[in-house]
């Protein structure tokens, strides 16, 4: 069976990185698609992360 570490993605310069990377860590994970027309719901992952950074989001 697979996990979400067995997993990469493409950060912002469009590299691959391992979801490995982060294993012990909170995950978010959330598809950002931008061509979608839900762009302004970046505003309340925005305000949650603000709010949960600290906590170890």
């Known amino acids: 069976m697979s996990s979400v ?3 990469s993605i ?3 310069e469009g ?3 391992s ?3 982060y294993t012990g860590q909170v995950l978010f994970i959330v598809n ?3 061509e979608c027309g839900f762009t302004p719901t970046y505003a ?3 305000k ?3 709010e949960l950074h ?3 989001l």
Request: charged share 40%; net charge negative.
């Open 19 to 21: 979801l490995s990377d």
């Open 5 to 7: 570490y067995d997993f």
């Open 32 to 34: 950002t698609a931008t």
């Open 48 to 50: 949650l992360y603000e």
């Open 15 to 17: 590299q691959d990185v």
């Open 44 to 46: 309340d992952l925005q």
């Open 10 to 12: 493409k950060d912002r």
């Open 54 to 56: 600290d906590k170890g």
